[in-house]
C-alpha cells in the first residue's frame, strides 16, 4: 500500500507540465502637435571686396508634426541681441537710412515648407517669417532642413572691427 | 426475581468500557513548477518635449518555483496588439529608425537576471525581460520588476492617441 501511494506521488510529479502564466497591459501615449529646431552657433558674413553687401548663410534643421486639418507650423528669426560694439551696424538704429540686415531663405523636406520670397529686413522689434507649413505636415526623423542667406549693407560708415549679433530661431507647430 | 433481572442488567451496563475506534489517512501534495503575473492595466508613455523619446515603466509582479537542479524561469513580452489607430507609432512595420525598445529591472528571492537593454520589442515573437534558475522561489506576495519603454518619437506620427497591447508571460519549469 505504502509503495503503491509512493509511486502515485512520483507519477503526478513527473506528470505535472512546466507551468505558464500570461498577463496584458495597455501601452498608451497620446502624440501631440510638436517642434523642435536646431542651428549652428554662429555664421560669419564675409564681403565680396569693393563694398559688396556682407554675406553668409545659416544653416538649420527642423522637426515637426503639425495638427491634422487645422494645424500649422512656422519658422521664424528675430534679432534679440543688436550688433555690439559702437560704430557698426545696426540693425534697430542702422547708422545710414537704407542699411539694413536682409534674408532669403530655402527650406525642402517632407514637411512642405512654404520658405519666405526674400528679401525679408530682419528685426529686433518683432520675429519674421521664414517658412510656414500647413496642416498635418511631418517632418522626417532626422529633420527637415533649411537656410537662411543673410545679406547685410557694406556701409563704409561703419568703423573697422568686429561685430556680433544674435539671432533667436523659433519653430511653432499647433 | 424481576427486581433481580434489572440490577443484573444496570451493573452490566456500568461496567462495559467507552468504546473508542482509530484509523489514519495520508495528505499528500505534488508540489509543481509554478508561475504567475500581474500587471497595471495601462501604461502611459509620456515625452519631455522637443521630439524626446516617448518612455514609461510598466511594474510587475511574480510569483514562481522553479525545479531543483534542472529548474528554469522566465518572464517575457510580445506586443500582441499593435498600436492603433493608424498613422501613429507601429511595431510590426515601424518607419525606419523607429522602434519602441525596453530595459529591465527586477529583484527578489527568486534572483532573476533582468535583460540588458535596450532590446526592441517585437508582435512576431516574445522577448526576454528576465531568467531565473533552478530551484528558485519567490517570496509568497512575488518578487517585483519593471519593463521601462522607449518608443521613438517620430515627426511622422500623426497627432492623436494611440494604444498598444502588450503581453507578459511567465513560464517556470
Known sequence: ?174 | MKKSLLLFALLALALSPAAFAASTTSVTVAVGAEASISVGAATPLTEAGNFANYTGTTTFTYQIRTTPSTGTGSVSVKVTTDFAPTGGPSVASPAAGDSLTYSCTATGTSTPTACTGPITALTTAATNVLNVGADKHSTLAGDSGTVIWTLTNDPNYKVGSYTSVVTFTVAAA
Open chain 1, 1 to 174: 500500500m505504502r509503495k503503491l501511494l509512493f509511486i502515485s506521488v512520483l507519477l503526478a510529479l513527473v506528470l505535472t507540465p512546466a507551468a505558464f502564466s500570461a498577463t496584458t497591459t495597455s501601452v498608451t501615449l497620446a502624440v501631440g502637435a510638436e517642434a523642435s529646431i536646431t542651428v549652428g552657433a554662429s555664421t560669419a558674413l564675409t564681403g565680396a571686396g569693393s563694398f559688396g553687401s556682407y554675406t553668409g548663410s545659416t544653416a538649420f534643421t527642423y522637426k515637426i508634426r503639425t495638427t491634422p486639418t487645422t494645424g500649422t507650423g512656422s519658422v521664424t528669426v528675430q534679432v534679440t541681441t543688436d550688433f555690439s560694439g559702437v560704430g557698426g551696424p545696426s540693425v534697430a538704429t542702422p547708422p545710414t537710412a537704407g542699411d539694413a540686415l536682409t534674408y532669403a531663405c530655402v527650406a525642402s523636406g517632407t514637411s512642405s515648407p512654404t520658405v519666405c520670397s526674400g528679401p525679408v529686413t530682419a528685426l529686433t522689434t518683432a520675429a519674421t517669417s521664414v517658412l510656414t507649413v500647413g496642416a498635418d505636415k511631418h517632418s522626417t526623423l532626422a529633420g527637415d532642413t533649411g537656410t537662411v542667406n543673410w545679406t547685410l549693407t557694406n556701409d563704409p560708415k561703419y568703423k573697422v572691427g568686429s561685430y556680433t549679433a544674435t539671432v533667436t530661431f523659433t519653430v511653432a507647430a499647433a
